[in-house]
Nanobody
Framework: VQLQASGGGLVQAGGSLRLSCVAS????????MAWFRQAPGKEREFVAC???????YYADSVKDRFTMSRDNTKNTVYLQMNSLEPEDTAVYYC???????????????????WGQGTLVTVSS
């Protein structure tokens, strides 16, 4: 499976961006897909995921501001980011894999496929 992330950019605090991640090469609809991010000098952290059944899960830091969705007809997942804060500045990575149990969805080591990352910069 190959993942291609896009949509990052520079935005002012309070603004919005939508990230996209297109998958190719396997049965996308069966995959749990996730977004992780890594800020300068920090470890990669879980942001959100969407399971094969459409259920979504979020990090507390982005809940009520970010929305993840998927379109299986386009093999694409999206991350709609609203009310962006300077603390959201990071490289955002999409990730995916099959067979990830619910208790493990926040673990980056559970995902075998990763996109190249897209930079989101939020200015204050």
């Amino acid at each position: 499976v190959q993942l291609q992330a896009s949509g990052g950019g520079l935005v002012q605090a309070g603004g919005s961006l939508r990230l996209s991640c297109v998958a190719s090469g396997d049965t996308f609809s069966r995959y749990t897909m996730a977004w992780f991010r890594q800020a300068p000098g920090k470890e990669r952290e879980f942001v959100a995921c969407i399971r094969w059944n459409g259920h979504t899960y979020y990090a507390d830091s982005v809940k009520d501001r970010f929305t993840m969705s998927r379109d299986n007809t386009k093999n694409t997942v999206y991350l709609q980011m609203n009310s962006l804060e300077p603390e959201d500045t990071a490289v955002y990575y999409c990730a995916g894999d099959r067979g990830i149990i619910l208790s493990s969805i926040r673990g980056s080591d559970k995902y075998g496929y990763w996109g190249q990352g897209t930079l989101v910069t939020v200015s204050s």
